[in-house]
């Protein structure tokens, strides 16, 4: 039978539902009954002690909170009576042992990737399109709806059907409101895609390249680079209107400074120097036409596995999140960074509580100290406007038993596994060392896929135990559930089901192995993402202001 309850470290003072226990129950655990003072939906936490004004909150064997006022063992932790707290961190000389989990089942593996001229292994192949400045979103909507309908990119062929019903029924002098969707026969004809060898072409709108300041436009420049030059990226296309602050030769000249030997094809366009707005839509679809013609001469070969780079993101996380869905894929980081893999973990408001931890891992005392940099001046950054990391956990978070950012973020930072810290990099710079590397990202699902995906992911891994339909227009997100019902209930969103951990069914290093083994093949385009199938391309560029 599965347990209802579980203790995640020792050191912890708080015990976890892991079903809705109910007011007044007995529940014992490690010999001693406790009563409960309160419904405890699952998720939740009760304390198991009296707790006293002050009083320290321990869960992951960490500081994550402290009480308010008296609550009595048995009592429930609610934001009410708990308030976030997490200790104090800093460099300090430490020897940090690891031992490598065993990598046999995967020894001499390969994914199917597409291998680019200066070594890296892209696990897709997308030509790509590149506004400089805002300006330019309307001609991108325009190019993408015509290439995506006749090349056979478009997803939306359903809908388009569906709507036609509608209007049919509508001219026939049918009561719209009536009908239920499940009334209408939808029939639609998908064309089939052109290029076979082309697995998306894909648009980076965005609302930045000029207004604001110019350093908002100097890191998007950085930032568009680091997707021109991304391996799963063949070609790109740029569009630039010709007044704006983030200039076509800015822009190529971040290119080439990130890559000095950038070969790819490059086709650029901009308004001002064209005829008209129809000449440059059908010289950019022309041209880009052609670049499609030849990327997709390129094949997928066979690569190690050390040569992907993983990805591991949370959002829409819930109290399992920690228990599931992250230590699991915290044990597929070390699979691969034992088999020579990068893995990049972000969001650095959620690594709240975790620095020690992690600063301890660190290899090298200049990226522990620039990860103290990074950290401590986000923190100030959010303190400043009146905010902070404490503030992180949204409305769902806590409802679903994350009752403070310490306990989110420690929670969270388990999907890096517990392999040494290689390198820290600040937003947009590339992974260059094989192991874990810390990026430094906001919280927020779109800005932190968007970054760390300019840091190189080839994959990402994406926990969620709410549910989110996030992803990313060049880096294949795969998501990741952290229980049942939320796997049942938005399956057409949900690729991997962590639940049968919860229910004692699985242990975390099956479930680690079992994601790894999907990651190979969805590397290889044997399996797609439902991200990718639902053309989920979420783009969002951080301007370095305060977002958690």
């Given at each position: 039978?599965?347990?209802?309850?579980?203790?995640?470290?020792?050191?912890?003072?708080?015990?976890?539902?892991?079903?809705?226990?109910?007011?007044?129950?007995?529940?014992?655990?490690d010999?001693v009954?406790y009563?409960l003072?309160?419904?405890?939906?699952a998720?939740?936490?009760?304390?198991?002690?009296?707790?006293?004004?002050?009083?320290?909150?321990?869960?992951?064997?960490?500081?994550?909170?402290?009480?308010?006022?008296t609550?009595?063992?048995?009592?429930?932790?609610?934001?009410?009576?708990?308030?976030?707290?997490?200790?104090?961190?800093?460099?300090r000389?430490?020897?940090?042992?690891?031992?490598?989990?065993?990598?046999?089942?995967f020894a001499?593996?390969?994914?199917n990737?597409?291998v680019?001229?200066?070594?890296?292994?892209?696990?897709?192949n997308?030509?790509?399109?590149?506004?400089?400045?805002?300006?330019?979103?309307?001609?991108?909507?325009?190019?993408?709806?015509?290439l995506?309908?006749?090349l056979?990119?478009?997803?939306?062929?359903?809908?388009?059907?569906?709507?036609?019903?509608?209007?049919?029924a509508?001219?026939?002098g049918?009561?719209?409101?009536?009908?239920?969707?499940?009334?209408?026969?939808?029939?639609?004809h998908?064309?089939?895609?052109?290029?076979?060898?082309?697995?998306?072409?894909?648009?980076?709108?965005?609302?930045?390249?000029?207004?604001?300041?110019r350093?908002?436009?100097?890191?998007?420049?950085?930032?568009?680079?680091?997707?021109?030059?991304?391996?799963?990226?063949?070609?790109?296309?740029?569009?630039?209107?010709?007044?704006?602050?983030?200039?076509l030769s800015?822009?190529?000249?971040d290119i080439?400074?990130?890559?000095?030997?950038?070969?790819?094809?490059?086709?650029v366009?901009?308004?001002q120097?064209?005829?008209?707005e129809?000449?440059?839509?059908?010289?950019a679809?022309?041209?880009?036409?052609?670049?499609?013609?030849?990327?997709?001469?390129?094949?997928?070969?066979?690569?190690?596995?050390?040569?992907?780079?993983?990805?591991?993101?949370?959002?829409?996380?819930?109290?399992?999140s920690?228990?599931?869905?992250?230590p699991?894929?915290?044990?597929t980081?070390?699979?691969?960074?034992?088999?020579?893999?990068?893995v990049?973990?972000?969001?650095?408001?959620?690594?709240?509580?975790?620095?020690?931890?992690?600063?301890?891992?660190?290899?090298?005392?200049?990226?522990?100290?620039?990860?103290?940099?990074?950290?401590?001046?986000?923190?100030q950054?959010?303190e400043?406007?009146g905010?902070?990391?404490?503030?992180?956990?949204?409305?769902?978070?806590?409802?679903?038993?994350?009752?403070?950012?310490?306990?989110?973020?420690?929670?969270?930072a388990?999907?890096?596994?517990?392999?040494?810290?290689?390198?820290?990099?600040?937003?947009?710079?590339?992974?260059?060392?094989?192991?874990?590397?810390?990026?430094?990202?906001?919280?927020?699902?779109?800005?932190?896929?968007?970054?760390k995906?300019?840091?190189?992911?080839?994959?990402?891994?994406?926990?969620?135990?709410?549910?989110t339909?996030?992803?990313?227009?060049?880096?294949?997100?795969?998501?990741?559930?952290?229980n049942?019902?939320?796997?049942?209930r938005?399956?057409?969103?949900?690729?991997i089901n962590?639940?049968?951990?919860?229910?004692?069914?699985?242990?975390?290093?099956?479930?680690?192995?079992?994601?790894?083994e999907?990651?190979?093949?969805?590397?290889?385009?044997?399996?797609?993402?439902?991200?990718?199938q639902?053309?989920?391309?979420?783009?969002?560029?951080?301007?370095?202001?305060?977002?958690l």
């Amino acid at each position: 039978m599965a347990s209802r309850i579980l203790r995640i470290h020792p050191k912890d003072n708080v015990l976890v539902a892991l079903q809705d226990l109910s007011k007044g129950e007995h529940i014992e655990f490690d010999g001693v009954i406790y009563i409960l003072q309160d419904d405890i939906p699952a998720k939740h936490k009760f304390f198991m002690q009296d707790m006293h004004l002050g009083d320290e909150i321990y869960m992951y064997g960490v500081l994550v909170g402290k009480t308010q006022y008296t609550v009595p063992q048995g009592g429930i932790m609610n934001t009410d009576n708990t308030k976030h707290a997490a200790d104090p961190y800093t460099f300090r000389p430490y020897e940090y042992t690891w031992e490598a989990p065993d990598v046999s089942r995967f020894a001499g593996r390969t994914f199917n990737g597409y291998v680019r001229d200066d070594g890296r292994v892209g696990t897709a192949n997308y030509w790509l399109f590149v506004p400089t400045v805002f300006c330019e979103n309307r001609n991108l909507d325009v190019i993408k709806e015509a290439l995506h309908n006749e090349l056979g990119y478009s997803v939306t062929g359903k809908y388009r059907a569906f709507t036609h019903e509608l209007l049919t029924a509508y001219e026939a002098g049918q009561d719209i409101s009536s009908l239920s969707p499940e009334q209408l026969s939808v029939t639609t004809h998908q064309r089939n895609r052109v290029f076979k060898n082309v697995d998306g072409i894909k648009f980076l709108n965005h609302q930045g390249g000029c207004g604001g300041i110019r350093q908002d436009a100097a890191v998007l420049g950085k930032l568009l680079a680091a997707y021109a030059d991304h391996p799963n990226v063949a070609g790109v296309t740029v569009l630039s209107l010709g007044c704006q602050n983030l200039q076509l030769s800015d822009l190529l000249a971040d290119i080439k400074e990130r890559n000095p030997n950038f070969k790819k094809p490059i086709y650029v366009f901009e308004q001002q120097q064209s005829k008209s707005e129809e000449q440059l839509i059908k010289e950019a679809i022309q041209k880009t036409f052609i670049g499609l013609i030849e990327i997709n001469k390129l094949e997928r070969q066979p690569a190690p596995l050390s040569k992907l780079t993983l990805g591991v993101k949370c959002g829409g996380s819930d109290g399992f999140s920690g228990i599931s869905a992250n230590p699991a894929v915290g044990y597929t980081s070390d699979l691969l960074v034992a088999l020579g893999g990068k893995v990049l973990l972000a969001e650095f408001p959620e690594l709240c509580g975790a620095e020690q931890n992690l600063i301890d891992r660190t290899i090298e005392p200049e990226a522990a100290h620039k990860f103290i940099r990074l950290m401590s001046s986000y923190s100030q950054a959010a303190e400043n406007v009146g905010s902070g990391f404490h503030m992180n956990p949204s409305p769902g978070n806590i409802r679903d038993g994350l009752i403070t950012d310490a306990i989110k973020s420690t929670g969270a930072a388990k999907k890096g596994g517990t392999s040494p810290v290689v390198d820290v990099l600040d937003y947009t710079e590339e992974a260059t060392k094989p192991g874990l590397n810390l990026v430094c990202t906001p919280g927020n699902d779109v800005e932190a896929t968007t970054g760390k995906t300019a840091s190189g992911a080839t994959l990402i891994l994406f926990t969620t135990g709410l549910g989110t339909p996030t992803g990313n227009p060049v880096c294949p997100v795969i998501k990741v559930a952290t229980n049942n019902a939320l796997a049942q209930r938005m399956g057409d969103i949900i690729d991997i089901n962590t639940g049968p951990i919860i229910d004692g069914d699985k242990t975390i290093e099956q479930m680690g192995e079992d994601i790894l083994e999907y990651c190979i093949k969805a590397a290889s385009g044997e399996i797609i993402p439902k991200a990718v199938q639902l053309n989920q391309d979420d783009f969002i560029p951080w301007k370095r202001g305060v977002s958690l």
